[in-house]
């Protein structure tokens, strides 16, 4: 069965930088867009980041542009979201997502939690 495990959350203090890596099984990952979403408490979940199928094409969220990065590596069926200059308001959990035009795929997330 499809599984998207993601890993490398934690606590950073702001101003300080993590990568998330999504792990993918069970699917031929580069036939699916790949997404960041996440949710922080109260919140509904949002968007955060996408990459197409070979990697050519990223898009962003305003909040996080110029801060975060997508990528991804095919080769490993992985892929990656660096975050650099953290803020407070980047506390949420972080969701890999997998899309294809009738499937839709989620990992159950990782906590990254930004504090002093």
């Known amino acids: 069965q499809v599984q998207l495990v993601e890993s490398g959350g934690g ?3 702001p101003g300080g930088s993590l990568r998330l890596s999504c792990a993918a099984s069970g699917l031929t ?3 699916y867009v790949m997404n960041w979403y ?3 408490p109260g919140n509904q979940r949002e968007l955060v980041a996408n990459i197409s199928r070979a990697g050519g094409t990223t898009s ?3 909040s996080v542009k110029g801060r975060f990065t997508i990528s ?3 080769a490993k069926n992985t892929m990656y ?3 650099n200059s953290l803020k407070p308001e980047d506390t949420a959990v972080y969701y890999c997502n997998a899309r294809q035009l ?4 989620w990992g159950k997330g990782t906590l990254v939690t930004v504090s002093s």
């Open 72 to 74: 991804r590596d095919n």
């Open 11 to 13: 606590l950073v203090q």
């Open 60 to 62: 962003y969220a305003d």
């Open 38 to 40: 996440r949710q922080a």
């Open 29 to 31: 990952f580069s036939n």
């Open 102 to 105: 009738y499937y839709d795929h």
């Open 81 to 83: 979201l660096q975050m």
